[in-house]
Each structure stands twice: as structure tokens, then as C-alpha cells.
């Protein structure tokens, strides 16, 4: 089968097709034939190895410790393991594994779930890192509840996307932060208010939130609890920037140890894969109250090329990967449901 591999660390260069042996299933593993698979921040960093706090973590000191990338998978059952009940040949899943920019994946059947009909392959893929991550950071984090202001910085990228939409299913009244480019899609997810930050600052004072979901930024601790309520709750929702020990994670520890020290609530967290919140996910895409946003597709041969549109910043929503095409017709696009 063809898949992207990788044997060094590096810039996306370093990611070549390959032809490699077809992945054997486990007792308790689902075989995935992908149709399309998710490209997120966390791709780029197994990529480049970076920060190095990430290969002390066991992603491989000197060589990645899996050569094959990706981690968003959407494709049909082809195979399951002896002890796997819930799935069978042929059903349409979704959720997420280690090597899914291949042709085929193997993936535990509690890391899966059914992809509901009214959304494509590319859809479905571009869901379970970023859904989770959104998730996780409004309802567990944030706690967010019907009628608090939130801003969530960050509002027209991928995790960004799902937060907005998130956020407006929990009744929250939702301020987007994002480029300029981008503040048309923002209000079309359910946003009430739009801020372009290349034109406002959203930390000048006019307006204070109760919470604050920070995705993938490199702001100031100080400059964000500007924007927040006296005893309101920051959520740091990863980060970029930084050295290339640490990354962004300095700010996170930043924000964990003055916490204690102040009213306002400053934290952050690592976004889990759980069964039962891709349950949910599943739940809100069937009921269209959460839309996956795809800006671009690209082919299993420009992996490189699209890890490398995502880290301009310029994506509107999420950047997938197609790899072999489904049968059947896709379903149309749809909007959230206002909630």
C-alpha cells in the first residue's frame, strides 16, 4: 500500500510516498481503508520533532518511533480483530489512529465511531483532534453556560471552528477573534460579534468576557486577563511559538503557576482521545449543530504541500488529506442549527 513515511525529523520535506506492507490487525483493531485523513498542528510537530519536551515524551529521541503520519482517519471497515463486536466490513467510521496518511490504518475500535450519513469522508476526518481539543476546552475547561461571553481567539482556524459552534450549542454569547479573511466564516458558524485583530485590539478595555478559549496563540498573559472578567476563566488551548525546548508550553506553565495568585481562573490542559466525547461529537454532527469547515483538500502525494498551507495560517477550518475515493454521492453541505 502507498503511505507517508518518515524517517528523520525535519521540515515536511522530510515525508516521502512509499510503497509499505498493509498493517495487520490486532485482536482488538479495526483495519481502515482512508478515504481522507486530518491535518492539524500536531502532525507538524511529529514532523519536525519539536518542541524536544515532545520526544522526551516517547514520540522517539533520534527517529520518529512510528515513521507513518497522520492521525484524523474516515474511511469504510475493511477488517476487525477477533475481539471486535461494535464494527463489521464495509461500516463508514471516523475517529483517529497512528498512520492514517495511508491507504490503509489500523485504529483500536474504541478510538472509532460510526460516521454519520450527512457528512462527507473529508468532513468526518477533519473532526477528532480539533473536536476534541474544542470539546474539552468548552465544556470541561471553560464550563461554559447558556448566557456567559465568551471569546475565542483563534475562531477561523480548526479548532477554532468547532469552538465557535460548540460554544453557541452551550448558549454562550460568542465574540470571534480571527484575520480578516477569515471573519465572514466566523459569522457564518453562529459568532454574534466578529473581531478582525489586524484592525482592534480586543484587550482595549471596552469589553470583558467571562471566558476566554486561547487556540494555538503566543499572547501575553498580562495582555489576555486585560480582556477577561474579574473572576473569569482562561483556557490556553495549545500554543506555537517559543524555543525549541519547550515551544508554546512555557506560557502554559506560565498561566498554571500565577493561577493560585489571582481571581481570574488562568488554565490550560492536554486534549484527551475518549470514546465517549467522539460519542458526542458523533451526536452533534448528526444533529447539525456542529458543522466540520474544510478549506482545502490535497492528495496522499502532497502531504508536504498541505502541512505547509496549515502552518501559513491562512486555513480557513481544517486541511484534509483525500486518499482514496468513496463510492455514492456526498452528502450536501450544511449549516449549524441555530440553538
Excluded at 477561523?156 to 477573534?177: H, P
Excluded at 495560517?313 to 481544517?318: L, S
Aim: proline share 6%; with cysteine.
Amino acid at each position: 500500500m502507498k503511505a507517508i513515511v518518515q524517517d528523520t525529523y525535519g521540515s515536511p520535506d522530510v515525508l516521502e510516498l512509499r510503497e509499505i506492507d498493509k498493517p495487520v490487525v490486532g485482536d482488538d483493531d479495526v483495519l481502515i481503508r482512508v478515504h481522507a485523513a486530518g491535518v492539524d498542528q500536531g502532525v507538524w510537530h511529529f514532523v519536525a520533532g519539536l518542541p524536544y519536551l515532545f520526544r522526551l515524551a516517547g514520540i522517539g529521541l533520534r527517529a520518529p518511533k512510528n515513521p507513518v503520519r497522520g492521525l484524523d482517519v474516515a474511511g469504510r471497515v475493511e477488517a476487525v480483530g477477533k475481539n471486535v463486536t461494535r464494527f463489521q466490513p464495509g461500516d463508514e467510521v471516523f475517529g483517529t489512529c497512528r498512520g492514517s496518511f495511508a491507504e490503509y490504518a489500523c485504529a483500536r475500535a474504541d478510538r472509532l465511531a460510526p460516521k454519520p450519513a450527512n457528512v462527507s469522508f473529508e468532513q468526518a476526518a477533519a473532526v477528532p483532534i480539533s473536536g476534541y481539543a474544542a470539546l474539552q476546552a468548552v465544556r470541561d475547561q471553560g464550563k461554559v453556560r447558556p448566557g456567559q461571553r465568551v471569546l475565542i481567539i483563534g475562531a477561523g482556524g480548526g479548532v477554532g471552528t468547532f469552538a465557535v459552534q460548540l460554544a453557541k450549542a452551550y448558549g454562550a454569547e460568542v465574540t470571534g477573534v480571527c484575520s480578516t479573511t477569515k471573519t465572514d466564516l466566523v459569522r457564518s458558524i453562529g459568532a454574534d460579534h466578529v473581531i478582525d485583530y489586524t484592525r482592534e485590539d480586543f484587550a482595549d478595555g471596552r469589553n470583558r468576557y467571562d471566558v476566554i478559549l486561547d487556540i494555538a496563540g503566543n499572547r501575553s498573559l498580562p495582555h489576555l486577563r486585560r480582556a477577561l472578567a474579574p473572576k473569569g476563566m482562561l483556557v490556553i488551548v495549545g500554543g506555537e511559538g517559543g524555543g525549541r525546548w519547550l515551544g508554546g508550553i512555557d506560557r502554559q506553565l506560565r498561566a498554571h503557576l500565577l493561577s493560585p495568585f489571582v481571581r481570574q481562573k488562568l488554565g490550560t490542559f492536554i486534549s484527551r482521545e475518549r470514546e465517549e466525547d467522539l460519542e458526542t461529537l458523533h451526536e452533534l454532527l448528526e444533529a447539525g449543530k456542529v458543522t466540520p469547515i474544510v478549506d482545502r483538500t490535497f492528495p496522499l502525494s502532497e502531504v508536504p504541500e498541505a502541512i505547509g498551507y496549515m502552518r501559513k495560517g491562512h486555513a480557513r477550518g481544517k486541511v484534509v488529506i483525500t486518499v482514496s475515493r468513496a463510492t455514492g454521492p456526498s452528502p450536501s453541505p450544511q449549516t449549524p442549527q441555530e440553538t
